[in-house]
């Protein structure tokens, strides 16, 4: 049986930053204190066609679902900040968020929590585990929140205040009862530059419309996107980063250390004409171990014809 729970809790989080994790915390496993939000917000429509959020709606709401048993959660970020070049011709350039530049994080993310998880293990044979990244039905931010890796901030974004908001999450949910961190405190203020920002009005304080959102409507959407938002959607071909890029807390945001996440595009961008020119073989090789790919060729390409069509007001 596990001796000291303390020193086991503050090993774990050392062997968390020894993976190459930027910020480590531990939450306990608690319900969902934002169910019967999650639940009206799924009621409103505001999912889109992201129908999966709803299907496993006891386990993302709950955390001992996901796993039986489960008292605590160690929360994972990983900073994927890096320097980007100007783009070399801008009028036919499409932007790309930040999180999709360099290797599928997934594939970063997912091994080294399995090797935290393992570690664990062998720490505290009684314990059982189970990893998670954000393909999981598991409410990632809020249990990050409650870890004190940061909080959520009026765009929907987990923020610390020392890295800022450019953080891809993971999470290791364990029976054993770690002590918890405190909870991350919310210094958004009134500050509201994240909600004007947004060229969609995707964003009321705390809350994002998907439907709206520039990220879901060039991802996650399928169908004809509404004539009346194409045209505020500026030059983004995949994602969105702009509630991030004016947010206070990023101006000082630093350099990721993992070269996985150094952007296989130099300048974040990519040149439309050459896109709509992709074959399958060019999508493949180009985009061989990114995020990307969860955008199909037709898809990838139909935003790159909406881009040069003029349909944008905002680059």
């Given at each position: 049986m596990t001796k000291d729970l303390h020193h086991l809790a503050s090993e774990a989080k050392r062997r968390g930053r020894e993976l190459g994790f930027d910020l480590v915390g531990i939450?306990?496993?608690?319900?969902?204190?934002?169910?019967?939000y999650f639940r009206q917000w799924l009621d409103d429509g505001q999912a889109g066609t992201m129908a999966y959020l709803a299907a496993r709606f006891e386990e993302r709401t709950d955390p001992s679902v996901y796993l039986p048993g489960a008292q605590s959660v160690i929360c994972v970020a990983l900073n994927y900040f890096a320097p980007l070049e100007p783009p070399a011709d801008a009028g036919s350039q499409g932007r790309i968020a930040r999180y999709a530049l360099g290797d599928d994080y997934h594939e970063i993310i997912k091994p080294r929590l399995h090797q935290l998880s393992d570690w664990l293990r062998q720490q505290a044979p009684e314990a059982q585990t189970r990893c998670a990244v954000d393909t999981a039905p598991v409410m990632e931010k809020e249990l990050s929140a409650r870890a004190g890796v940061g909080w959520i901030g009026k765009n929907t974004c987990l923020i610390n205040q020392e890295i800022g908001s450019w953080l891809l999450l993971g999470e290791v949910l364990t029976t054993l009862a770690l002590p918890a961190d405190s909870p991350g405190i919310d210094r958004c203020g009134t500050c509201t530059r994240c909600l004007e920002a947004?060229?969609?009005?995707?964003?009321?304080?705390?809350?994002?419309?998907?439907?709206?959102?520039?990220?879901?409507?060039?991802?996650?959407?399928?169908?004809?996107i509404d004539p009346a938002l194409q045209g505020k959607m500026g030059n983004w071909l995949y994602g969105c980063d702009i509630c991030q890029e004016v947010c206070p807390w990023n101006r000082r945001a630093p350099w990721t250390n993992d070269p996985a996440l150094g952007p296989r595009f130099p300048s974040g961008t990519v040149d439309l004409r050459e896109t709509l020119a992709w074959t399958a073989d060019d999508y493949r090789r180009t985009l061989r171990k990114s995020a990307m790919k969860r955008v199909k060729l037709p898809v990838l390409q139909g935003n790159a014809a909406r881009i040069l069509s003029g349909g944008r007001t905002h680059g």
């Open positions: 939450a306990p496993a608690q319900p969902s204190q934002y169910r019967e947004c060229p969609t009005q995707a964003l009321t304080p705390y809350r994002l419309d998907a439907t709206k959102c520039i990220s879901y409507l060039t991802i996650e959407h399928s169908g004809e």
